[in-house]
């Protein structure tokens, strides 16, 4: 049976204080957000208050370089080679989560707030109900 890591809304204060800290040292403004509508939408909406970014755009079928793009977990890699096409400058694409699973080889343009604790699925709290139907 594989763990479960739940994650309440002080952490998650936290890790958006934390990857607000890294996005602003890597010295590059961002005109907007981008994200997906299941996972991402929450982290982006905190983050654009935390960074002062007033444009978020979700779903895109293209996706521009100065906009910073949000997940909530990178584990798989499947959003983000979902994206890959969509973007209109992948080497200057920022992929930004807040957690990245332990043990996975991470791109270059990651950043990301904390790792996993392990293999099992981090429930956010907004997706409590979608882990309670798995």
Same mark, same amino acid.
């Given at each position: 049976?594989?763990? $479960?890591?739940?994650?309440?809304?002080? $952490? /998650?204060?936290?890790?958006?204080?934390?990857?607000?800290?890294? /996005?602003?040292?890597?010295?590059?403004?961002?005109?907007?957000?981008?994200?997906?509508? @299941?996972?991402?939408?929450?982290?982006? @909406?905190?983050? !654009?208050?935390?960074?002062?970014? #007033? #444009?978020?755009? %979700?779903?895109?079928?293209?996706?521009?370089?100065?906009?910073?793009?949000?997940?909530?977990?990178?584990?798989?890699?499947?959003? +983000?080679?979902?994206?890959?096409? #969509?973007?209109? *400058? &992948?080497?200057?694409? &920022?992929?930004?989560?807040?957690? !990245? @699973?332990?043990?996975?080889?991470?791109?270059?343009?990651?950043?990301? !707030?904390?790792?996993? /604790? *392990?293999?099992?699925? %981090?429930? +956010?709290?907004?997706? #409590?109900?979608?882990?309670? @139907?798995?």
């Amino acid at each position: 049976m594989s763990s $479960e890591q739940n994650v309440d809304w002080n $952490e /998650i204060e936290q890790l958006i204080k934390i990857l607000s800290k890294k /996005i602003l040292k890597l010295q590059r403004s961002f005109q907007s957000i981008t994200t997906l509508s @299941r996972g991402g939408l929450v982290p982006s @909406r905190l983050l !654009a208050d935390h960074l002062g970014i #007033k #444009k978020i755009y %979700v779903d895109k079928k293209k996706i521009s370089t100065s906009s910073l793009f949000v997940d909530d977990i990178f584990d798989t890699g499947t959003s +983000f080679k979902k994206i890959l096409p #969509k973007v209109d *400058d &992948v080497s200057q694409l &920022v992929f930004v989560t807040l957690f !990245a @699973r332990q043990g996975k080889k991470y791109l270059k343009q990651l950043v990301y !707030a904390k790792q996993t /604790i *392990d293999n099992g699925y %981090v429930v +956010f709290p907004w997706d #409590k109900l979608e882990f309670q @139907r798995t």
